[in-house]
C-alpha cells in the first residue's frame, strides 16, 4: 500500500531527486505521520526483484535498525538501496565482499583486522602531515585570480591524499584513485556518461592496484599500515583479495563522503556568512560534526529484514528491504533543536551522518573529523574572504548527496577587478 504522505509515485531513491535537492519537506511529514512507510517499486528498477522497501526516517528507528544485524542484514542485498536496473544479481552478491555488506561474524573478523589502521595512535601519526598538506592545497587554491572549483581544488585534495599517506598509495597515483572511485558511483549521472559495465571496470582496476600492493608489502615489508593488515595470513591478517575489496571500500568512503562533506561544509559556510564569521573568529571543535549532520553526504544505506518483526508500528516480513535515511534522522526535531539551522556550536550533536552505531559505524571517523578539522582551519587562513559564485551543481544519484561542482572565488576584488 503506498504511502498516503507521500505524492503518488514518489521514492526517495530516484536519483533525479538527489540530483536536485535533499528531499527534507518529504522526510518531515513522514516523521510526522508514518515514520515506517512503505515506497513501492517496479520489480527489477533498483536491481531487486521485490516491489519497493520501507523508508525509515525517524532518528530512532535508523538506530535501532543498525545496531541490530540479527534481524537486519547488510549481507542480504548489500548495503546499496539503488543498482542501475541493468544489474544482474551476480554482480550484486559479488559486493557482498565488502566490509559494508558483511554480517557479523565475519564482519566482525575482518573489521577487527582492517580497524588497526584507524587507531587513535595512527591517525595521530598523520595530523601533522596532514596539517601540512591542507595548508599547502589552501595556498594553492589562494593563488587563483579568479573563480576556481572549489571541490577539485580543495575538497577532494586532502581526502585522496589522506588515503595516500594512511595506505602507503604513492601521491603520484592519487589521481587513479579519484577517477576510478568517481566512475564507480556516478553511473546515475548522465554528464558522466559512465556505464554500469566502466563502474565495474573502475572497481577492478581498484582492486588489482590494492592487490598488487599487498603482494609487494608480504615480499618486501615495510612500517607502514598496508604491511600491518596484510602479512602473515596465518597470523590473522587479510589475505590479498580481502585487502583489494577493503581498499575499493576506502576509496569510496575515506574519499567520496568526506570530500562531499568538505564541500557541503563550505557551501553552507557561505550561505550562511555569520557562521563563517564565528568559525574564523573562534575554530569552534564542534564544527566538523555539525558539517557532517548538515552534509549527511551518504543519504541512505539499506538492511534487509532476516525474519518476521516489528519496526514504527509496521509489520516488516523477512525479505523486505528497508532504506535508512540518515539526511532524515539527522533533521529530526525530536532529537536535535532547531534542526534546519546551521550551527557550529551545536553540542551535544548526535547526528548519524557516520551511521547509525552497530557493526557498520563509520570506521574512519576519526581520520574524517581531523580532515574536516584541517582543511577548514587552512581556508579560513588562507582565504578569508572566499565568496560564492554559482550555487553548487549536485551529482545525480541515488543515494550519494554529492557536489560536482562549486564556484567561488577568494573574494579579494577593486573596483571591479580580480586581485594579481
Known sequence: MPCPALP????????????????????????RVEPVCWVPQPAGLAGFQDEGYWAVT?????????THPELFSSYLNTAIIRFNEHIGR????AQRLILLNMDPPEHTRVRQIVQRGFTPRAIRALEERLRARAQAIAAHARAHTGPFDFVTQVACE???????????????DRDKIFDWSNK?????DPEYAITEEVGAESATEIIAYAMNMAADRKQCPAHDIVTQLVAAEDQGNLN???????VLMLAVAGNETTRNAITHGMHAFLTHPGQWELYKRERPSTTAEEIVRWATPVAAFQRTATQDTELGGKLIRKGDRLGLFYASANHDPEVFDEPDDFDITRDPNPHLGFGGGGPHYCLGKSLAVLEIDLIFNAVADAMPGLRLVEEPRRLRSAWINGVKELRVSTGDFTSGEPRT
Open 8 to 31: 503518488e509515485g514518489f521514492d526517495f531513491t530516484d536519483p533525479d531527486v538527489l540530483h536536485h535537492r535533499v528531499p527534507l519537506p518529504e522526510f518531515a511529514e513522514l516523521r
Open 58 to 66: 525517524r532518528h530512532a528507528d535508523v538506530k535501532y535498525v543498525s
Open 90 to 93: 551476480d554482480a550484486i552478491d
Open 158 to 172: 586532502l581526502p585522496l591524499q589522506a588515503i595516500a599517506e594512511l595506505m602507503g598509495v604513492p601521491q603520484e
Open 184 to 188: 564507480m558511483i556516478a553511473y546515475d
Open 240 to 246: 590479498s583479495d580481502e585487502f583489494g575489496f577493503f
